[in-house]
């Protein structure tokens, strides 16, 4: 068999890539070559979102229904010129040269190798302790579903804006949402964890019949789960613009506030070039910074079986 190969010139860089024709996505027929088209055409948007952080990658040489890994230590076979950033592990007891994506010729080697999703930290690497933002993951437990996932997400939206604090959200590219906070930097990953652990409890006492908190699946009731233990060091969420490895080609996508009472799903690799040039970058806010979360915890305040804010 020959080797199917194409040699491209990215960033002054000489990239080989290979097997472009392999199909990814088998029920639509989306190649490895797609793939490449997508995230080279996005890449001046996905760009502010994976600079300077250590990134995890979910790979899939062979397709979406093959065999997958995530891959957070740059193989040793990785070209010199990718950047990265040692952090050391107590519970792995090592030391991981996570990649850390600053161009185009970073991301395409990684997409080459099979790479779909990109969890990027929430943090950079110049304070890893301090995340640039908050996050809330709303996860559907069917027969729960998107609708009652945007119905959480309202309320959530509200909950945080009284205690003044900006709200961004964007599909997940699968069946929830995630709503992210600009912080200014200013709080640990332990703090702004235990401020989002007070602010889903709340919300999930306000919605008892469609949001939880409960970690265990089992438990959840076919209710919609604000997940607020993404705010851990190390942990990672995908980035907007990511590509997930679901039917269609799904794309983690930006929404308009006013869009999340009536979303439904979000763009794919074919509709979100399109989708940008109509609305613009929707997303930006989340790197604006400013939020601090102490004097949001100031606006909160005790009330009969739970918390609520001032103004809410």
């Known amino acids: 068999?020959?080797?199917?190969?194409?040699?491209?010139?990215?960033?002054?860089r000489e990239l080989t890539l290979t097997n472009l024709s392999k199909v990814f996505w088998?029920?639509?027929g989306y190649t490895k070559a797609d793939l490449i088209h997508y995230y080279t055409?996005?890449?001046s948007y996905l760009a502010p979102y994976l600079r300077d952080r250590p990134l995890v990658v979910t790979r899939y040489p062979?397709?979406?229904?093959?065999?997958?890994?995530y891959q957070k230590n740059l193989p040793n076979y990785a070209p010199e010129w990718i950047e990265t950033v040692a952090v050391p592990t107590e519970s792995e007891k090592r030391v991981i040269r996570f990649p850390v994506c600053q161009d185009l010729s970073t991301l395409l080697w990684l997409v080459n190798q099979g790479a779909v999703e990109l969890h990027p930290w929430?943090?950079?690497?110049?304070?890893?302790?301090?995340?640039?933002?908050?996050?809330?993951?709303?996860?559907?437990?069917?027969?729960?579903?998107i609708v009652e996932a945007r119905q959480v997400a309202q309320v959530l939206q509200r909950f945080l804006t009284a205690l003044g604090l900006q709200v961004v959200i964007k599909t997940s590219g699968a069946t929830g949402l995630h709503l992210y906070v600009p912080l200014a930097r200013e709080e640990t990953y332990e703090e702004v964890r235990d401020f989002c652990g007070l602010v889903a409890q709340a919300v999930a006492a306000e919605l008892p019949d469609l949001a939880t908190v409960e970690r265990k699946v089992a438990k959840r009731?076919?209710?919609?789960?604000?997940?607020?233990?993404?705010?851990?060091r190390g942990q990672t969420i995908c980035a907007p613009?990511?590509?997930?490895?679901?039917p269609h080609a799904p794309v983690?996508?930006?929404?308009?506030?006013?869009?999340v009472e009536e979303v439904t799903g979000g763009c794919n690799i074919k509709t979100m070039r399109r989708r940008i040039k109509e609305e613009g970058e929707l997303f930006r806010e989340a790197l604006a910074g400013g939020g601090i979360l102490r004097q949001a915890l100031a606006n909160l305040r005790p009330q009969k079986g739970g918390i609520t804010a001032f103004g809410s």
Request: no cysteine.
């Open 1 to 12: 068999m020959v080797r199917e190969e194409k040699r491209v010139a990215v960033d002054g």
């Open 26 to 28: 088998p029920e639509d």
């Open 41 to 43: 055409e996005i890449f």
């Open 62 to 69: 062979n397709g979406i229904f093959g065999k997958s890994f």
């Open 122 to 145: 929430l943090s950079r690497r110049d304070k890893l302790d301090y995340p640039d933002f908050a996050v809330f993951d709303l996860d559907p437990d069917p027969p729960s579903s």
């Open 221 to 232: 009731q076919g209710k919609v789960y604000i997940d607020w233990l993404q705010n851990i």
């Open 241 to 246: 613009y990511s590509v997930r490895p679901l």
């Open 252 to 259: 983690s996508t930006p929404l308009r506030s006013e869009e």
